[in-house]
T-cell receptor, first 112, second 112 residues
């Protein structure tokens, strides 16, 4: 069983569309994250979600909205997609506290 | 706020040679330090971590790192690299909020 799974793995869409990426973890972790990795491999935190508390990165446009139906799932919805949204989006989870993150395999979003 | 600097964007090395990947951090509070590896088209996986205790930390695949508080460094080393070590390596630091901040990555390229 994959510990942190993301779907879809690849997503190609047109500017202006709305899309979602789903993430599920079966590790029993309390905290989940979304990171964005740009074309230069730079990883930037977008959101962290812990026990119904959402921590938002102030630099993330409000077109991005995370949704967590329960603590095993953290989905990412993106409205009005722009060219600059093209990137690989990684979901991760942890126990919270200073421990390691467990990453999914990433979802590569291409906006045309 | 914390920050991480990986001084080398790319490190080429021959197989069976030693390697050091450099990482420096900045934080006003006590930190927790991590090295992750990313193989092509995959998510990140933990190589090793420093939370407390011994400053010399051993990880998977023969890697080790040393936490040096006075120099605010956490350099990654391996005495003899293999072709299979070719990958992107990320240093990360977390502090009060426990949300890790990642460096920009170092591409390790092992030549036969």
């Amino acid at each position: 069983d994959t510990a942190v799974s993301q779907t879809p793995k690849y997503l190609v869409t047109q500017m202006g569309n709305d899309k979602s990426i789903k993430c599920e973890q079966n590790l029993g972790h309390d905290t989940m994250y979304w990171y964005k990795q740009d074309s230069k491999k730079f990883l930037k935190i977008m959101f962290s979600y812990n026990n119904k508390e959402l921590i938002i990165n102030e630099t993330v446009p409000n077109r991005f909205s995370p949704k967590s139906p329960d603590k095993a799932h953290l989905n990412l919805h993106i409205n009005s997609l722009e060219l600059g949204d093209s990137a690989v989006y990684f979901c991760a989870s942890s126990h919270g506290g200073p421990g390691e993150l467990f990453f999914g395999e990433g979802s590569r979003l291409t906006v045309l | 706020a914390q920050s991480v600097t990986q001084l080398d964007s790319q490190v080429p090395v021959f197989e069976e040679a030693p390697v050091e990947l450099r990482c420096n951090y900045s934080s006003s509070v006590s930190v927790y330090l991590f090295w992750y590896v990313q193989y092509p088209n995959q998510g990140l996986q933990l190589l090793l971590k420093y939370l407390s205790g011994s400053t010399l930390v051993k990880g998977i695949n023969g890697f080790e790192a040393e936490f040096n508080k006075s120099q605010t460094s956490f350099h990654l080393r391996k005495p003899s690299v293999h072709i299979s070590d070719t990958a992107e390596y990320f240093c990360a630091v977390s502090a009060g909020s426990y949300i890790p901040t990642f460096g920009r990555g170092t591409s390790l390229i092992v030549h036969p």
